[in-house]
């Protein structure tokens, strides 16, 4: 008997824990976090040390300054949602192109993102983004500002793009008659469709009100990585919510030290 009440325990225990909802934070002027930062472009590897900052507010959204070591004098602004979801002009619409997070989060809840931009670029008639979320779990996570319990949730979407048709110059003509001669006739090659892959991963703590980790990768048509990028959370301060034992108390960047002034010549 002493079994059965165990078992009966312990399952509502853990139906307890999957049934647990995470309710969207409350952003604060002044709530910051700094990441490591590493970008891997078709193998060559960049690190770099940012500070992302709340510097307003609004009833839907938020505007976020960023700074990176990588250029110290230089402020970027941007405007999120309070989700942290990122909305912007697509075929003269406001649509939502990023939503990692989608509130309450809970264990098993699911997502979609997906949109078709005409002309993205010269090289692209069209190409069509599909981004379906899931929260998998909750897992242990380790990084720089120390060890986390988090909610993480995964996305393994597609690109599917239709290419631009391309003209050739000073093709090769075969003329009746006569052998193959260099002219200076064009020809055009009709524009192919491809796909790709995306895969995306964070790792979202709510006392943190952000992901302490996350994973973004974009692969080609023939599924080789073309690029991807990491970001480890190095410190943060969100108006005294609860910290890791040994995490900073402050987001600020870390800097390389200076390098060394010159040796001087002796005379």
Request: glycine share 6%.
């Amino acid at each position: 008997m002493r079994k059965i009440f165990l078992v009966v325990f312990l399952s509502s225990l853990t139906a307890a824990a999957r049934a647990e909802s995470i309710s969207q934070p409350s952003l604060s002027p002044n709530d910051s976090w700094s990441y490591h930062v590493r970008v891997q472009n078709r193998g060559a590897i960049k690190d770099s040390h940012v500070t992302i900052s709340v510097t307003r507010v609004g009833s839907d959204g938020v505007v976020v300054s960023e700074k990176s070591n990588a250029a110290p004098d230089r402020v970027a602004s941007s405007l999120f949602g309070s989700d942290w979801s990122k909305r912007r002009g697509v075929n003269g619409l406001e649509t939502t192109v990023n939503r990692p997070l989608a509130f309450p989060l809970e264990v098993g809840k699911s997502w979609r993102v997906e949109f078709t931009e005409q002309n993205p670029n010269p090289q692209k008639l069209s190409e069509t983004d599909v981004l379906p979320y899931k929260v998998v779990g909750w897992e242990d996570v380790t990084v720089p500002a120390g060890k986390f319990h988090a909610l993480k949730i995964e996305s393994l979407g597609r690109w599917m793009a239709e290419l631009s048709p391309r003209v050739v110059n000073n093709a090769a003509v075969a003329r009746w008659g006569s052998v193959a001669t260099r002219s200076s006739e064009s020809r055009i090659i009709k524009g192919v469709r491809v796909s790709g892959r995306y895969y995306k991963c964070f790792w979202y703590v709510p006392n943190v009100k952000r992901w302490v980790k996350s994973i973004e990768e974009n692969y080609s048509s023939n599924d080789s990585l073309s690029q991807s990028m990491t970001t480890e959370l190095e410190s943060f301060d969100v108006g005294g919510g609860l910290k890791p034992e040994g995490a900073p108390h402050h987001a600020t960047p870390v800097l390389p030290p200076p390098a060394p002034p010159p040796a001087k010549n002796s005379i």
